[in-house]
């Protein structure tokens, strides 16, 4: 698989190598594989650089080094931006890799902002299974899994959302996470609806 190999594309791709159990960095690469992939059918206009950046390190917030008090979208998106400044990277693409990460699960939005923060949330959701994965042709999808296997993904990924929302229930509710908490039954969270239904007016 080709990525940028400028300084701080490296740099990214250790951090996560480094602080990512095998199953979880394998997703982040294959979501950049699949995003890059994504973007070559669209003859998207995109920065390489960034793409890779936020496809890298879209999931640290699931990582415990990296784990704070908001939900893990926003504390990966933190921990990415600190990393980044930290190496002297501009503003502007540290903003957008910010939104890339904090958006990659907010469903729709990320569609209608820039192109690179549009392709990590396609390439991370072709795989979860959020978008089809026919988007890309087979060959490309076996030559990429062959690079970077899947090793357990599902549960292993599913598990470690549950570890984190145990830990910070507050931030699972009217998201992904909910649903989480429901399977894993890790905790109860209130609906949209309920939270209508109680608020503190007649009507």
């Not at 995003?35 to 920065?47: I, K, M, R, W």
């Not at 978008?131 to 598990?159: N, W």
Request: contains cysteine; aromatic residues 10%.
């Amino acid at each position: 698989m080709q990525f940028p190999d400028t300084t701080i594309c490296v740099a990214s791709m250790e951090l996560a190598r480094d602080h990512s159990p095998a199953y979880l960095f394998n997703h982040v690469m294959r979501s950049y594989a699949f995003g890059q992939a994504a973007g070559a059918l669209q003859n998207a206009v995109y920065d390489p650089e960034v793409l890779f950046i936020g496809s890298v390190l879209h999931d640290l917030g699931l990582v415990d080094q990296f784990v704070r008090e908001d939900r893990f979208e926003i504390d990966g998106a933190d921990a990415a931006a600190v990393f980044l400044s930290r190496h002297g990277y501009p503003d502007r693409k540290i903003a957008l890799i910010w939104d890339a990460i904090a958006l990659h699960t907010t469903f729709a939005v990320p569609q209608r902002k820039a192109p690179e923060i549009a392709l990590v949330q396609l390439g991370a959701g072709i795989d979860i299974g959020a978008v089809p994965r026919a988007l890309i042709s087979t060959e490309v999808v076996e030559m990429i899994l062959a690079e970077y296997p899947r090793l357990g993904f599902k549960q292993a990924f599913l598990d470690a959302m549950a570890a984190v929302i145990r830990r910070k229930p507050h931030t699972g509710a009217f998201n992904l996470m909910s649903d989480v908490a429901r399977e894993k039954a890790c905790c109860s969270m209130p609906s949209f609806c309920e939270v209508v239904h109680h608020a503190e007016f007649t009507e």
